[in-house]
């Protein structure tokens, strides 16, 4: 019998069961034999690619049978189990159960180790929800040991958060819940400490529709099988140890499921937590210290302190909380806290300043000295009518005049520096395998012009330093046709397209024998496929078809010289007089002709009409004439009435471009929008498009506008690209401005690129304020942005420096924006106007808004109408 052919037939088969028999009755020379073998065999096994690996970690328990069971020392069976490729279980529970059998053979306190190492190592889980869903990887093992053994959970949060996601996921399946769980007794004081445990009591809550395991821990302590004070005291450390408020939120959500008596709430610690506590943890305190207070619980100076306390609070919610307790709590209590009310006298609300006005000058009797003096010290900074009122109360108020705002400068941020070029094959080879599925496009063109370089000065050097990659990588060495260094063929994107070029350097046959299977299935089509990635595509299938040929050429044309992705055009002349007579690749010329600035130094013409190749005549003639003229591009929108259509789809921002007749086939492509295309199925080819057109702003916007779904609330990489256009050259105008206006009322990093965008523009003087306002005016009546976000984003702008921008802005918005007679104001319109006071103000603008007069003059004190005022007093002359 040779053991290792027995245990390896057993885990290729997947028969655990049989296989945890097999190696309990194994002798220790059949161990030692297997031992030997088994980290050799996973580490060739390992080399096969993604399918190998993927296969591997369906197998996994029976590798991790075979380790534990032989393997000796117990570091390397730790380091065994521990293994990436091998800690992904379909069932850990029944893998820890075979595990700890087989090891019941060994000394206690061997197994005692081992459990103290496999708990050091874990690591709670990380990204999307449902690589959560399995838990903590090799939690089970080490639980089972550690119950096995007898010995105290190890400290630390890992184990803790562990058992939690293990209660989850077996609620979740419909197993046993905390009722009879060995380590509920050891771990629930350790609950309210570990960090980490809030994720999964959140995902408890939200995938259970019964009661939740905090629910269920409420109900074990109404009937005392759970000490009641270990849970409130537990939380009310956990609310002093504070942290984020999604680390607190499960526990102030099971603070309300035990309800303590007032006599349980721990008043004074509660008072503490107000000036500090994440908002879900503050309110919580407020409602438990009004119950106290209800109860004779809250004395006067706590009171006190607990009012100013949220006064303080930035949340209007709990700052009108502060107030409305202070209204109706009687004085000479109340008069107690009146200094509160003078921090609410600087807030932006003016319904609620009005309300602190009111209620200091009904308590002015009961206040004491510290609080008058703080009150007419606030006071000084009210407008005049309510310093009146509060004078009336508390005697005179001399005015202070407002400190004058100070505008920030703004400044053009520079785009990280190109690159060196690749010094060696070598070099280049490492870069070529770091590339990931996404890589950037500086990156792709850097390894794109490495690859035709080093080639061209040595392709047998080139071939050599890729062959050990071409035979590692390459999953299925016997069908060529499929896969190019572990990538397959048919996929969309650059990645792929650059290991093709570099298989047709050390392999040519074999890339030849690629190129004709994809020219023949259906699976390869371009179809879909958006005209400036088609170049991008054209580029590159160029330089495989070159070096399949067997041929190499000097340099590419197109190799960017810039970070915006523009070509010298000194550099472009050079490169072609390398050439010679020879004509260049045509895809790279016609890139290389779109990344030329627009400004080029005249007598550099007197060099390109010397170039002897067709090519080089093309170009003398571009320089002569100044390139191609500037097309009109505008944008309308369109709307489809279809059930079958969602309303995120039923609303498209059509870009129209209007180019000058006469273009090259080739470049009318790429500037007519055609119609046709409509849903972009590969979002990060946007990152390419402001390198292949870098000085033609405006068009590449057109084509990031054309992109469907237009609306989005998450990242969006056309917003990324539009930061990184905004450092190119050319006209902007109707499509930049409603590309910008749609990013600013994105959420998350979008709309923190389109801000890049828009400061990058102002800094540089390019800013289309008047587009950008009939843009933002459109968009937020056809409901295509959310107004209250594209303000925000707004105000940032001003904070920033771009002021003057801002208020050119929302000069010709907010016309647009404001209600007619009779009408009611959109909702967020008061914050909208107050970022155009802020604006005007900075900018030292005078003017008239159309309608605004008339709004200014309404009644009311609503935060509309004040803003209104303000606004209105600052533009007028």
């Known amino acids: 019998m040779n053991p290792w052919q027995e245990v390896l037939d057993r885990i290729e088969a997947g028969d655990d069961e049989d296989l945890a028999k097999f190696l309990d009755g194994l002798s220790d020379l059949g161990r030692r034999a297997v031992a030997m073998q088994l980290p050799g065999h996973l580490a060739e096994e390992l080399r096969g690619g993604f399918e190998a690996r993927w296969e591997i970690e369906g197998l996994a328990p029976g590798y991790r049978l075979a380790g534990a069971a032989c393997f000796t020392g117990v570091q390397q069976v730790a380091a065994w189990l521990n293994r990436r490729e091998l800690r992904r279980l379909r069932d850990p529970e029944q893998d820890a159960n075979r595990i700890v059998s087989l090891l019941r053979r060994r000394p206690v306190e061997w197994r005692r180790d081992l459990a103290v190492r496999l708990v050091d190592r874990l690591r709670p889980p990380t990204g999307r929800t449902w690589r959560r869903m399995e838990g903590m990887p090799g939690w089970d093992l080490a639980a089972a040991l550690v119950s096995e053994t007898g010995i105290e959970p ?20 419909g197993g046993r819940g905390l009722d009879g769980d060995p380590l509920l007794g050891p771990l629930l004081p350790r609950l309210f400490q570990a960090q980490g445990v809030a994720d999964p009591l959140a995902l408890d809550e939200r995938w259970n529709t019964g009661l939740s395991i905090l629910g269920e821990l409420a109900v074990l302590a109404d009937e005392g099988r759970v000490p009641r004070g270990t849970l409130i005291d537990g939380c009310a450390g956990r609310f002093l140890t504070g ?18 008596e007032p006599e349980e709430i721990p008043v004074l610690d509660f008072v503490r937590l107000l000036p500090s506590a994440a908002p879900p943890l503050a309110q919580l305190a407020l409602e438990e210290l009004q119950r106290a207070e209800a109860a004779g619980l809250l004395d006067d100076e706590l009171f006190a302190e607990a009012v100013g306390s949220l006064a303080y609070r930035p949340e209007r919610k709990l700052l009108q909380s502060a107030v409305q307790w202070l209204a109706r709590t009687p004085a000479p209590r109340s008069g107690g806290a009146v200094s509160a009310l003078a921090i609410v006298f600087d807030v932006e609300t003016p319904a609620l300043r009005e309300r602190a006005v009111r209620l200091a000058v009904k308590l002015a009797p009961h206040a004491d000295d510290t609080g008058r003096e703080a009150i007419r010290e606030a006071a000084a900074r009210l407008p005049a009518d309510l310093r009146e009122r509060v004078a009336a109360a508390y005697g005179a108020i001399a005015r202070v005049e407002p400190e004058q705002p100070v505008a920030a400068v703004l400044h053009v941020p520079a785009l990280p520096a190109l690159a060196p070029p690749f010094a060696s094959p070598a070099e280049l080879v490492a870069e070529l395998r770091a590339l990931g599925w996404f890589p950037e496009p500086q990156r792709c063109e850097r390894v794109l012009a490495g690859l035709v370089e080093l080639t061209h000065r040595d392709r047998d050097g080139m071939a050599a330093a890729l062959r050990p990659w071409w035979e590692e990588s390459r999953s299925q060495p016997g069908d060529p046709n499929v896969s190019v260094f572990d990538r397959s063929g048919h996929e969309h994107g650059v990645p792929i397209l650059l290991a093709r070029c570099a298989l047709a350097v050390v392999a040519p046959e074999q890339s030849r024998q690629v190129s004709t299977s994809l020219a023949q299935t259906s699976f390869y089509h371009v179809s879909s496929e958006w005209p400036p990635q088609r170049l991008v595509r054209r580029r590159l299938e160029e330089v495989i078809a070159l070096f399949e040929r067997g041929q190499t050429i000097p340099a590419l044309l197109a190799t960017p010289t810039a970070p915006t992705g523009h070509v010298d055009a000194e550099t472009l002349v050079g490169r072609m007089e390398r050439l010679g007579e020879s004509e260049p690749l045509p895809a790279d010329f016609e890139q290389a002709l779109l990344r030329l600035p627009r400004h080029i130094d005249p007598e550099l013409l007197v060099r390109a009409e010397k170039l002897p ?36 789809w039923s609303r498209q921002l059509r870009p129209k471009v209007v180019p000058a007749a006469g273009l090259p086939d080739w470049l009318a ?6 119609p ?11 990152l390419w498009w402001p390198m292949i057109m870098p000085s033609h702003r405006e068009i590449v916007t057109a084509w990031l506008v054309r992109c469907r779904p237009w609306v989005s609330s998450s990242n969006d990489f056309r917003m990324e690209a539009l930061a990184t256009l905004a450092h ?3 006209p902007v105008g109707a499509a930049t401005a409603v590309a910008i206006a749609g990013g600013l009322g994105h959420r998350r990093d979008a709309q923190r690129a389109a801000a890049d965008a828009a400061l990058t523009l102002a800094a540089r003087g390019q800013f289309p304020a008047a587009d950008l306002g009939w843009a933002v005016a459109e968009l937020i009546r056809h409901e295509l942005v959310v107004l209250k976000r594209i303000t925000a984003a707004l105000g940032d702008l001003t904070a920033a420096g771009a002021h003057a921008e801002v208020w050119r802005t929302l000069a010709v918005a907010l016309p647009l924006l404001l209600p007619g007679p009779g009408e009611r104001p959109r909702a967020g319109l008061g914050e909208l106007l107050g970022v155009t006071a802020r604006a005007a103000v900075l900018a030292g603008a005078k003017g008239e808004i159309f309608g605004l007069a008339e709004m200014a003059a309404r009644k009311g004190s609503s935060l509309v109408l004040h803003e209104a005022r303000r606004l209105y007093e600052a533009i007028s002359p």
């Open 669 to 674: 492509e790429l500037w007519v929008i055609n």
């Open 613 to 648: 190749s067709q090519a080089g005549r093309a170009l003398a003639a571009w320089l002569r004439d100044g390139g191609w003229p500037d097309p009109a591009v505008d944008w309308e929108l369109h709307k489809e009435s279809s059930p079958y259509v969602s309303r995120s």
């Open 154 to 173: 190890p400290d630390g949060d890992a184990f803790v958060v562990g058992w939690v996601w293990r209660l989850v996921l077996r609620r979740r399946r």
């Open 676 to 686: 046709q295309y409509t849903y972009l199925s590969y979002p990060r080819d946007a």
């Open 243 to 260: 942290g984020p408020a999604e680390e607190i939120a499960p526990f102030v959500r099971f603070w309300r499921l035990l309800r303590p």
């Open 728 to 730: 190119g050259e050319g």
